[in-house]
């Protein structure tokens, strides 16, 4: 692949609605994100990824797009966006939009015209498919979002095909003028000036023939059917069309694909010159369940990292792919908690397991992507009432915990331990009410802890933040950009890698476990000619390292 000024990026994302508020409605803004910016430059990134600002419904905190050529008013105006790009343009940070490819809101007017019928335009827009012989839906492939991916439409009496939210119908990507539409949707904001996107969900544009069923499924009964709508051959055809159209009007375009089950070798097919720069897959983020308790629903008992097979996948993601490929390196991000509560100890080791985890991520070959807030050491939200949390298991989990005398408190904690909502809380900017999000309040909550924020981070040298801020400034020398990664072997309550380029050599050694561990014999037997770049012990004369101990060596 030619080279592109993102092959260095270093994204922050920003979820919009979180960040900061400044026309006193609860909700963040545009131009809490323009006064902010000469905050993001200081922390080091250089590309700020908003997740999605279109106009929509907010049925999915507008992944339910109604128009996508104008800005949603609770966010600001097209002329707040302009100012954005502007302002961050001149401070060298670079901005991508999430666009939302799959699915359209059911209040977008493609839909609405396709709703009045069969012979409609616009019908051919979405998915439609008559009843099974019986009545009931086509097939027995379940949505995301929970229930049936089809939904009835009296008037027609047809079904259409939704794969999250019944609001939110999917495209149909086999129909040209669909392909069209979201060509001249991207390049309208290309247009305005902005370098990229973040594809929501693309690996779902296609989907497998609907007379198939998922196989041994009790006759009724639903179940995800990820083999007939992830990651289809098509969807690489589909990908690759659009995306040259985009490079014919800017040659150095950032795509960032949500590819959320794609593995290295699926990723070999989707990075390329005129496909995504990178992807984001869920693929390395793995958790291990620490105690199985027959009170506690399985999933929702104290987790901790499947350190063994991070690493398995990490060392794949490393090598796998090929010459120009880049990974991207990320702990968290809007639709799961937040690092520091669930892969850390966001109580005894809030401050140095947000550090250690930093590094053992960060340092690696590829593109960071930092979740608003996890420079400040964020915790997920204590959220005080379940019928915020939108997963349909949540309710019948909370009252079986509540069943087995779990607190109120308790069973809420562990049921935010695997939802999305516990990442979106107010960014905390200092310790005043609301956490300096806003006066008036938050949509999501706000921690009310408010001890840690950005105000009391960021003149501290031992704080969070500003280990963020050294630790993204070695990651844009050489070493860590172009040189080779090689993991070294060790228990599995040590990360541990090498970074090779060609007589130079950067040694990363994280402790991300609390486990008793000692210090390994070829760490404190390194030759003199090693020098400490950034450490939290002393790694000649310790025997042990403690919980959450890290130390980056070069020579
Ligand atoms: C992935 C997004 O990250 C998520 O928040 C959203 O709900 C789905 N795509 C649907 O757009």
Not at 27 to 46: A, F, H, P, Q
Not at 204 to 217: A, E, G, Q, R, Y
Not at 250 to 265: L, M, N, W
Not at 356 to 369: D, E, K, N
Request: glycine share 6%; charged share 25%; with cysteine.
């Amino acid at each position: 692949m030619a080279s592109y000024w993102w092959k260095d990026a270093i994204i922050y994302q920003i979820y919009p609605k979180s960040f900061k508020d400044t026309n006193h409605d609860g909700v963040g803004d545009l131009r809490g994100i323009i006064e902010s910016l000469n905050y993001i430059k200081e922390l080091g990134v250089n590309t700020l990824w908003l997740n999605p600002i279109f106009i929509s419904p907010q049925i999915d905190n507008g992944y339910d797009v109604s128009n996508y050529y104008a800005v949603d008013e609770i966010f600001g105006t097209l002329e707040d966006v302009e100012e954005l790009i502007e302002k961050a343009h001149a401070l060298d940070l670079r901005i991508i939009f999430d666009l939302v490819l799959n699915h359209t809101s059911n209040q977008h007017p493609w839909f609405q015209e396709a709703l009045k019928g069969k012979d409609n335009i616009y019908r051919d827009y979405y998915l439609w498919e008559d009843a099974a012989q019986d009545g009931s839906a086509p097939n027995n492939w379940e949505s995301f979002f929970g229930g049936s991916v089809w939904e009835y439409d009296t008037h027609s009496r047809q079904y259409y095909f939704h794969l999250f939210a019944k609001e939110m119908p999917d495209l149909n990507w086999k129909n040209p003028e669909v392909q069209k539409s979201m060509v001249d949707i991207a390049k309208f904001w290309l247009s305005k000036g902005i370098d990229g996107f973040r594809l929501d969900a693309f690996i779902h544009m296609v989907k497998d023939d609907f007379s198939l069923n998922v196989p041994n499924i009790a006759s009724g009964e639903i179940a995800l059917a990820e083999q007939y709508y992830a990651n289809l051959p098509e969807v690489r055809v589909y990908l690759e069309e659009f995306i040259s159209e985009l490079r014919k009007v800017k040659p150095d375009i950032f795509i960032v694909g949500e590819a959320a089950s794609a593995t290295p070798k699926l990723a070999l097919d989707y990075i390329g010159e005129n496909l995504c720069s990178t992807v984001i897959s869920f693929d390395h983020i793995q958790d291990r369940e620490i105690i199985e308790n027959p009170l506690i629903p399985k999933g929702l008992g104290p987790k901790t990292l499947n350190v063994s097979d991070f690493k398995k996948r990490m060392i794949s993601w490393q090598t796998d792919l090929k010459a120009g490929q880049q990974p991207t390196l990320y702990w968290n991000n809007h639709d799961m908690p937040r690092l520091v509560s669930r892969f850390g100890n966001d109580e005894a080791y809030r401050v140095k397991s947000s550090q250690s985890l930093a590094a053992a991520m960060y340092l690696l070959s590829g593109i960071p992507v930092l979740l608003y807030g996890e420079e400040i050491g964020m915790k997920n939200l204590k959220i005080s009432d379940i019928s915020a949390f939108q997963q349909p298991t949540a309710k019948e989990q909370y009252n079986q915990l509540l069943a087995n005398d779990f607190s109120k408190e308790e069973a809420l904690k562990m049921i935010a331990s695997i939802n999305k909502e516990a990442s979106r809380g107010g960014m905390q900017w200092t310790a005043d009410k609301y956490s300096g999000f806003s006066d008036y309040g938050c949509w999501s909550g706000v921690n009310i802890e408010t001890a840690f924020n950005v105000q009391a981070e960021k003149d501290d040298p031992n704080s969070i933040l500003t280990f963020y801020q050294e630790l993204l400034r070695l990651k844009k020398d050489d070493i860590f950009q172009k040189g080779k990664t090689e993991f070294i072997q060790t228990s599995d309550n040590l990360i541990a890698y090498k970074r090779i380029l060609a007589d130079e050599e950067a040694i990363v050694v994280c402790h991300v476990t609390e486990e008793p561990t000692d210090v390994p014999d070829w760490l404190s037997s390194l030759e003199d000619n090693y020098q400490v770049v950034m450490s939290s012990f002393d790694y000649k004369m310790a025997d042990m390292m403690q919980p959450y101990d890290y130390i980056i060596v070069s020579k």
